[in-house]
């Protein structure tokens, strides 16, 4: 029981990385509005990006996954 | 309806073990890496035996991939040729074991275990198992941490970590050397936790619409909806590994200080026309 309020506890950091992907997408599509042709340019740093980003939700996840399971 | 304090899905976070040769034991996602492996290899085979400089259909849709990474690599950097077959390798070894762990049957075929009689499955998508993507996350930080020494020397490697004005080193040297040991931890678990998670969403997904059996359109439906999202999700991690791989070689390559060779274009990742 006790671990499963750990693991619920733990998936507060997932507030993080769903500011900082929303933020990071908004501006990939303010760059391609300003220079639709760009759209080729951005899209692997974007990519990059969002990947660093979303990492740290999955650091979140996994601990969370290791207090149910353990 | 289950009833109350069971689970729905049984999740497993540790590969299972499904025989031993001696004292090594072989697991059900060492068996998905090896029939990914074995997928690349014979279809590498069959297309370069009659590769003509004319493509064939089929050779184009699989140069396709290969054209699009080769090209973010080269409009990336002018010294690509030292890696550029580690970062297409890559890509291409995650996908297939990625696309691979979607295929029905992968995790539901499987032999009945003896741990409180739950189905040990007999093919684990590779990726789902920390040692998967621990063993590529350290090929690629050998691959850059012997780039750099093999540029710089060994004492130009520490050089660099110890940051510019050099009386911040014993501030500057811990910082970058975590920094760099965690990106093997980072490449890591990246992976595996986009992949081990797509599998409990898959699960989840397939074992909640049992309640809307009746609902047969709408039970398909939303399962074939997650499966399609771990489609691009398989597909996008491979794409990151292998561009953070690249990323990575090409900061340990990079020349610091005063006069930057003029071929280092490193503030343009992604350029390709």
């Not at chain 2, 791989?245 to 390709?272: K, V």
Request: proline share 5%; charged share 10%.
């Amino acid at each position: 029981m006790d671990s499963n309020l750990a693991a619920g506890l733990a998936m507060i950091g997932a507030i993080g990385p769903g500011i900082g992907l929303g933020i990071g997408f908004s501006k990939a599509m303010e760059a391609i509005g300003r220079n639709p042709e760009a759209a080729g340019t951005i899209f692997v740093p974007y990519i990059l990006g969002l990947a660093l980003t979303e990492a740290i939700g999955i650091y979140c996840f996994i601990i969370s996954i290791i207090l149910i399971f353990t | 309806m289950p009833e109350e304090g069971s689970k729905l899905i049984h999740v497993a976070l540790k590969a299972e073990r499904l025989f031993a040769i001696g004292p090594f034991e072989v697991t059900n996602s060492m068996v998905g890496a090896l029939i990914a492996a074995v997928l690349l290899l014979a279809a590498a085979w069959y297309f370069t035996r009659s590769s003509s400089l004319i493509p064939t259909r089929m050779q184009s849709v699989i140069e396709l991939p290969i054209e699009l990474l080769a090209g973010i690599v080269t409009g990336t950097t002018s010294r690509w040729r030292g890696y550029v077959a580690l970062v297409i390798g890559l890509f291409l070894m995650i996908l297939v074991a990625n696309w691979l762990g979607l295929l029905p049957g992968v995790g539901t075929i499987g032999l009945k275990g003896e741990v409180e009689g739950e189905l040990i499955p007999l093919v684990r998508p590779a990726a789902a198992d920390l040692n998967f993507t621990l063993g590529l996350a350290i090929v690629t930080f050998v691959v850059f941490v012997w780039w750099a020494i093999r540029l710089h020397g060994p004492v130009g490697y520490l050089k660099e970590l110890a940051g510019e004005p050099r009386y911040m080193a014993p501030l500057m040297f811990p910082i970058h050397l975590i920094s760099e040991l965690s990106r093997l931890v980072s490449l890591s678990m990246r992976l595996f936790g986009n992949v081990f998670a797509g599998e409990i969403l898959l699960a989840t997904m397939l074992a909640g619409t049992t309640a809307v059996i009746f609902l047969v359109p709408l039970a398909l439906f939303i399962p074939g909806m997650f499966l399609g999202l771990e489609l691009l999700f398989g597909a996008v991690q491979a794409l990151v590994f292998a561009l953070l791989t690249m990323a990575y070689i090409i900061l340990a390559i990079a020349e610091h200080g005063p006069n930057p060779s003029a071929e280092m274009d490193t503030g343009q990742l992604g350029s390709h026309a």
